[in-house]
C-alpha cells in the first residue's frame, strides 16, 4: 500500500540556521501533500497544504516566510524551517493524499524530530 | 469550522478487554471518515476509513468502526485487545468536496496490560 518517506528522521541544528526536510510519495504520485507539526501528547496541528506545481496554501498563523514549502514533483514535497529558533523545535509531519475510486486518503510519513539549540 | 472530539483521553485495560473509542464530529455535510493508531515510536497509521455505503467498517488487526449519521459519530471498536494494541488513537474527518484537510481529534492514548 501507499508508502511515504521522509529524511531526515531526525536533525539537531543551532540557532538561526535552516533545515530542509523532504517529503516523498514511494509507491503513488501525489498532487497533494501536507505539513503537520505534532507537540508532546497533542494531536496533529496542519501547518499548511503543499500543491504540486503552485504554492502552498498555509492555515492561519503559520508563518509563510518561515516554513518555505516547494513541491517541485509529483512525488516530492520539501519543508524548509528558515532560520530555525528553538521554539521551532517539535515533530514535524507529512502527508501524501491517495486518490482511490471510493476516496482521498493521507498516508502519513514516518516523521522529522526537529531540536534546535 | 469542523471538529473532532475523542472523549477518554487515557484509557487502561486488561488484555482480552474490549475496547471502545467514542468520535463525534460536528460538521453536518458529507464526510470521509478515517481513524489512524500511532504505535510507540512509530508513525501514524491507516486503522480503516468510511467513505459510503456499510457503515459498518472493517479494518487491520481486528479493528472496525460503525458510523451513525444520526448521531455524527464514528466509534472504534474491538472485542479482544492485546498487549500490542497499545498505541495512540486519532479520528479523523475530512470534508467530501472539501479541500482534502483532515481535522484530527486529540487522541486517546490507549495502554493495554498483559
Known amino acids: 500500500g501507499a508508502v511515504v518517506s521522509q529524511h531526515p528522521s531526525r536533525v539537531i541544528c543551532k540557532s538561526g540556521t535552516s533545515v530542509k526536510i523532504e517529503c516523498r510519495s514511494l509507491?503513488?504520485?501525489?498532487?497533494?501533500m501536507f505539513w503537520y507539526r505534532q507537540f508532546p501528547k497533542q494531536s496533529l496541528m496542519l501547518m499548511a497544504t503543499?500543491?504540486?506545481?503552485?504554492?502552498?496554501?498555509?492555515e492561519q498563523g503559520v508563518e509563510k516566510d518561515k516554513f518555505l514549502i516547494n513541491h517541485a514533483s509529483l512525488t516530492l514535497s520539501t519543508l524548509t524551517v528558515t532560520s530555525a529558533h528553538p521554539e521551532d523545535s517539535s515533530f514535524y509531519i507529512c502527508?501524501?493524499?491517495?486518490?482511490?475510486?471510493?476516496?482521498?486518503?493521507?498516508?502519513f510519513g514516518p516523521g522529522t524530530r526537529l531540536l534546535v539549540l | 469550522a469542523q471538529s473532532v472530539s475523542q472523549h477518554n483521553h487515557h484509557v487502561i485495560l486488561s488484555e482480552a478487554a474490549s475496547l471502545e473509542l467514542g468520535c463525534n464530529y460536528s460538521?453536518?455535510?458529507?464526510?470521509?471518515l478515517f481513524w489512524y493508531v500511532q504505535y510507540p515510536g512509530q508513525h501514524l497509521q491507516l486503522l480503516l476509513k468510511?467513505?459510503?455505503?456499510?457503515?459498518l467498517v472493517k479494518g487491520i488487526k481486528g479493528f472496525e468502526a460503525e458510523f451513525i449519521k444520526s448521531k455524527f459519530s464514528f466509534n472504534l471498536r474491538k472485542p479482544s485487545v492485546q498487549w500490542s494494541d497499545t498505541a495512540e488513537y486519532f479520528c479523523?474527518?475530512?470534508?467530501?468536496?472539501?479541500?482534502?484537510?483532515?481535522?484530527f481529534g486529540k487522541g486517546n492514548q490507549v495502554v493495554v496490560i498483559p
Open positions: 502527508s501524501a493524499l491517495w486518490w482511490g475510486r471510493s476516496g482521498e486518503t493521507q498516508y
Open positions: 503543499s500543491n504540486e506545481g503552485s504554492k502552498a496554501t498555509y
Open positions: 509507491d503513488f504520485q501525489a498532487t497533494t
Open positions: 460538521y453536518g455535510g458529507t464526510v470521509n
Open positions: 479523523a474527518v475530512s470534508r467530501v468536496r472539501g479541500n482534502n484537510r483532515l481535522a
Open positions: 468510511y467513505f459510503s455505503g456499510d457503515p
